[in-house]
């Protein structure tokens, strides 16, 4: 069965700083990765997303992911954060299926600071 | 464009009484829906999930259940909710692949439920 672990559950950064938010998976085969933010009580939405390919994703809102098969790691970045990037983020990992059998990381609260 | 609509938002129930949450998604034909709880600091864990009418899959054994009466609606419901019950609901849905290859999860805006 397939894991996912983003090892930080709160991270604050600075307005205009850069933003590295970790994800580990586990997975037998390729993985199918996401990434999904969260604002405070709404629903989430995906920030992009990797099948197979090139290993650096583009993602909206300015956000990339490498995907990186010997660290079994797909961390998200962004350049330079906005205060409109606070949020939950959460790392997911898929597996083929008739129905989308994705699993979830447990979430990395950002808060940004001015 | 497709939308998803979840109601009620909120809402705040006795121990022992029932739960219906109600999930309808427009603008799409044979979704895939699912119906996701919410803890802090447990990530997503998904309840149920239907890839057609009348098809219902639970992945965590519990007190609650789900429906699909039509092709876009997806229902969470309880006899009796428990303490335990109390959370973040979110419904989901997602276009059939083809290649079995996962896409993209499409959410609702979620329904918070407190049970007192």
């Given at each position: 069965a397939q894991s996912v672990t983003q090892p930080d559950i709160h991270i604050t950064v600075s307005e205009g700083a850069s933003l590295e938010l970790r994800c580990n998976y586990s997975y037998g085969a390729t993985p199918y990765l996401f990434w999904y933010v969260q604002s405070p009580g709404q629903g989430l939405q995906l920030l992009l997303k990797y099948f197979?390919?090139?290993?650096l994703v583009q993602g909206i809102k300015g956000f990339e992911a490498e995907f990186k098969r010997s660290q079994s790691s797909f961390n998200l970045r962004k350049p330079s954060v906005h205060w409109s990037d606070a949020a939950e983020y959460f790392c997911a990992v898929g597996a083929p299926?008739?129905?989308?059998k994705v699993t979830f990381g447990i979430g990395t609260k950002l808060q940004v600071i001015p | 464009s497709q939308t998803i609509h979840q109601w009620p938002a909120t809402l705040v129930q006795p121990v022992g009484s029932p739960l219906s949450l109600e999930c309808t998604v427009e603008g799409t034909s044979n979704p895939n829906l699912y119906w996701y709880r919410q803890a802090a600091g447990r990530g997503l864990q998904l309840l149920f999930y239907s890839v057609g009418i009348g098809q219902i899959s639970s992945e965590v054994p519990q007190n609650l259940s789900a429906s699909r009466p039509q092709d876009r609606q997806f229902i969470l419901s309880s006899k009796k909710l428990l303490l335990s019950d109390s959370g973040f609901y979110l419904c989901a849905w997602s276009p059939r692949t083809v290649g079995l290859r996962p896409g993209e999860l499409f959410f609702g805006e979620g329904s918070r439920l407190t049970v007192l």
């Open positions: 197979s390919g090139d290993t299926g008739g129905y989308q | -």
